[in-house]
Every structure is written in structure tokens, then in C-alpha cells.
């Protein structure tokens, strides 16, 4: 095998299907493997630290449609069913929740992703409110985790090691410690500790485990942050330098009162802008849940920073990837406005990097359902639409915990897994699709309020009616 110890070693863990995170990293600054790529449909322009602020802003986004009765009985089916995931494949003594399981077998893993963990403490935030689960039970389980996270599971500066073995928190794989699914966790962390507010151990454990993290650390010699680092060979090459689920690590950085990061470290990543079918917005070269992760816990509705509305962008980038899949009909008929959406996923060839616009991987025909899950909040009623045709045409799409990972109509291959971080954005979308319940509680923590002041954040001064004429371009 060529490459340095360290690419040896990665490279064996990409037998893993599960570690999103490790083909995401040699997507970091792609061009690369564009096998359906409109080019002359996505121009792109960037600016960072050193520009005074963005292009014309982006097309306005389409009128959200609103939930009807039968679409909130659905996903109160759907919350329920995503949250036996975190309850059964969690271990009650640690806490700690499977980062995938098959659905059609007695699974016996014994891997644990701390990412998949954070989803699940912010999903017992749900199903204590939604009465999935008694307080008792809700607050027992929250505290066992916490305690194991602060007591015994490995850190450095405070940072979690991305995969562990669920019974004793050991390391897995070598994995490195990564940062954003650290981030992921401590936004779980943070849910619980507003949630279960007047509880002194959890709010007691929650600050500790938040403030143990030494952001600075991560800082040492950049403002743009490293995307991990392992005890064998240090940080990771690479960075968080591009648009993508990175605002969370950025915002919960700066908000902290320990080891906070510089306000300088904000606008140092790039805002790159796309276009697609008329459609401007802030992207990237990956897929659709990048637009989503950071906006499960902080609400940026109705405010903006130098660049933009964040939430508002990701109505237009989840629009754009829907007429994006609607272009892909001719080669793959199951794709319709009924039937949408590719992000990374599990595929019959294993696990795969896909989406667009531009198209990137290997596309097929696969759909994924945490794509239109994910998105639930930026458009309810085209989401709401992909969601019950997967329910109502596909029921072997649909498991115990809700919707398998992925599945192809046109091959008839159904997955057998459900993967902890792809039920959890379905859930918790779900939630605040539905009551705003997951960023009401979070933002109440003064961590979140510190980091978007610092990133200076601003409410929107009020909302720009769509044009009639960019709305009635856009299939119904």
C-alpha cells in the first residue's frame, strides 16, 4: 500500500460504510468526479476575510408551504419510530448510541459514533416533550450519559474521539478526534441542558463537558480550523475552510466562555456562490446535508450576518438540488417531484458520496430519504410530498426506526441499515418543522446567543416578498 503511515491507515478505514466523515475529507476541495456536471449552469464565485461583503443576493426562495393535520400525525409516526433507534441501540450505562444498525438481522455491533450520540441526546429532548418516553426515564438516561461523557469516555483538550466501542467509550479504529462530530455532540449536550433546566446534575455536567473543550487549542496557528487530529500522527491536513456543516464548530467556538475562539476566525472560511436554473445561494462541492446539520440546533430564520440569511439559503440550495434530481429524469425515471433527494449515503455498492448540483459520485437512481427528511423546515410541503410517496409506495423503505438509509426503485435494492446521524436529522427536522421545539431550546443556551453575536449576527429587517415570476418558473 502507497502513502505514509497515517494514509495506510485511513485508507483501511474506508472499508467502513459508516465514516461519512473520512470520504468527506477527500472531497476537501474538490473538482473532482463530476461524472453528470452541468458546468455552464454553475458559475461560481467566492469571498472570505478580507471582502466587504457578498454578491447580489440570491433569488428569493419559494413561498413554504404549511404542515396540514395529516402531515403532523405522519411525522409524529416518524419522530416516534427514529427515537426507538436511539433508545434500543443506545447502551443505557454509557449512553452512548450506535453509529448504524441492520434492521434485518440481530446487529451485535458494538461501534459507537459520537455524532450518532449527540442526535440521540437531543432526540430524548424530543421524546420527553412529544411523551414518547416518561421524565423519569428520560432524565436517567440523560444523566448516565453525561457522566460517562465527563467521567470516563477519552478525550484531548476536550475533543471526543469520532468513533468508541459502546460498553467501555474505548477508541475505535484508531479514529481520529474529530471536531465537528465533537461539535455534533455538544449541540446534544447543550439541547439537554436547557431542556432539563432545572435539574442541577445535568446542568452541572452539560457546562463542565462544554467547557472542558479547549477551542483554542484547535486555533493554535490558524483561524481556520482543523478537521481533526489523532495522538499517532497530529492534526489532520484537512480543514474546515469551505462552506458546510462547519458553522456550528465555528459558533459554538466563539461562544465559549473558557476557550473561546477570535471573532476573526468567522469570516475566514470561503461563502462560495453557486447558480442553478436562476437560483444563486452559498454552496458547496458536497451534498445536501451540509445545508442542513448546523440549522438542526441553531435557528437562523429571520437574521443574517455580512453574507446572509443562513436559513433562507438553505430554502434555495434545497430547491436547487430538487430541480437538480428533476433534471436527472431522463436517465433515472424514478426521480419526480414526488420523488427526490440524494445525499451521502449507504448505496448497494457500499457507503457513497453523492448529489448536486453539480452531480458528484456515482448517481443512480437511489434515493435518499434523510435528504427530503433533513430539509423538512425549508420546504415543508415538497418534502412532506417525497416523504409520504417513499411511506405509501415503498413499505420496504420503512423499518422499525422509520426509513432505511437509502433504497433504489429502479434496482429494487432496499438497505438493511439505519445510520444514527441520518435518522437524527430526520427526527430532529421533524421537530422543528413542526414546533421550532429543538432551536427554541438550544438558542436558550448563552453559549449559541454568544457565538452568533460574535459573528454578528442581525435580525432581518423583514421579509422580501418572492416575485411572482421567479415563483411561477418552478415546477409545481
Known amino acids: 500500500m502507497k502513502g505514509s503511515p497515517f494514509e495506510q491507515k485511513k485508507a483501511s478505514l474506508r472499508a467502513y ?11 476537501a476541495g474538490m473538482g ?16 472570505g476575510q478580507d471582502d466587504t461583503g457578498p454578491p447580489a443576493g440570491p433569488a428569493p426562495p419559494p413561498q413554504p408551504g404549511s404542515l396540514t393535520p395529516q402531515d403532523d400525525a405522519f411525522l409524529n409516526d416518524l419522530e416516534q419510530a427514529s427515537f426507538l433507534y436511539f433508545w434500543e441501540q443506545g447502551n443505557p450505562l454509557t449512553g452512548l448510541i450506535k453509529d448504524r444498525c441492520d434492521t434485518r438481522t440481530r446487529d451485535t455491533s458494538i ?11 437531543t432526540a430524548i429532548c424530543i421524546a420527553h416533550m412529544r411523551g414518547f418516553v416518561s421524565y423519569a426515564d428520560a432524565r436517567l438516561r440523560v444523566v448516565k450519559a453525561l457522566s460517562f461523557l465527563w467521567h470516563k469516555l477519552p478525550t484531548h483538550r476536550g475533543f471526543f ?9 474505548e477508541r475505535v479504529w484508531d479514529s481520529e478526534v474529530s471536531s465537528v462530530d465533537t461539535a455534533l455532540l455538544l449541540c ?30 484547535l486555533a493554535e496557528d490558524t483561524t481556520i480550523l482543523s478537521m481533526g487530529w489523532t495522538p499517532e500522527y497530529g492534526f489532520l491536513p484537512s480543514r474546515w475552510a469551505d462552506y458546510s456543516e462547519l458553522m456550528m464548530i465555528y459558533l459554538l467556538g466563539m461562544g465559549s466562555s473558557s476557550h473561546p475562539l477570535s471573532g476573526d476566525a468567522w469570516p475566514a472560511w470561503k461563502r462560495t456562490i453557486f447558480e442553478y436554473d436562476g437560483l444563486r445561494y452559498i454552496g458547496s462541492f458536497a451534498p445536501l446535508f451540509v445545508n442542513q446539520y448546523s440549522q438542526a440546533w441553531f435557528d437562523f430564520r429571520n437574521k443574517h450576518d455580512r453574507y446572509a440569511n443562513y436559513f433562507q439559503n438553505s430554502v434555495i440550495a434545497t430547491d436547487a438540488h430538487r430541480l437538480f434530481c428533476l433534471s436527472l429524469n431522463e436517465k433515472f425515471p424514478d426521480y ?17 458520496v453523492w448529489g448536486g448540483p453539480p452531480a458528484t459520485g456515482p448517481i443512480d437512481g437511489t434515493i435518499v430519504p434523510c435528504a427530503a427528511g433533513g430539509s423538512l423546515p425549508f ?6 410530498r417525497v416523504l409520504h410517496t417513499i411511506h405509501d409506495r415503498y413499505p ?64 432581518d429587517a423583514a421579509p422580501a416578498a418572492a416575485p411572482k415570476a421567479a415563483a411561477a418558473a418552478r415546477p409545481k
Open 111 to 121: 461501534v459507537a459514533s459520537i455524532a450518532s450520540t449527540g442526535f440521540g441526546l
Open 396 to 459: 420496504n423503505a420503512w423499518c422499525r426506526y422509520g426509513f432505511v438509509d437509502a433504497f433504489n426503485p429502479l434496482t429494487n435494492w432496499y438497505d438493511s441499515d439505519v445510520i444514527g446521524i441520518d435518522t437524527g436529522i430526520t427526527m430532529l427536522m421533524a421537530e422543528n418543522a413542526r414546533s421550532g421545539f429543538v432551536w427554541e431550546t438550544f438558542m436558550k443556551n448563552p453559549e449559541a446567543q454568544r457565538g452568533m453575536a460574535k459573528a454578528g449576527f442581525q435580525p
Open 32 to 47: 473532482l468526479a463530476l461524472p453528470l456536471a452541468q458546468a455552464a449552469r454553475l458559475p461560481l464565485m467566492a469571498w
Open 17 to 27: 460504510r459508516g465514516s461519512r466523515r473520512e470520504l468527506l475529507r477527500r472531497m
Open 379 to 384: 420546504l415543508p410541503a415538497e418534502t412532506m
Open 188 to 217: 446534544g449536550v447543550l439541547t439537554c441542558k436547557q431542556h432539563f433546566a432545572e435539574d442541577r446534575d445535568i446542568s452541572e455536567l452539560a457546562h463542565a463537558i462544554f467547557d472542558r473543550v479547549d477551542w483554542t487549542w
Open 161 to 169: 474521539f469520532h468513533f468508541a466501542n459502546i460498553d467501555s467509550g
Open 336 to 352: 419526480s417531484n414526488a420523488l427526490w433527494g440524494i445525499t451521502a449515503s449507504d448505496s448497494d455498492k457500499g457507503y457513497v
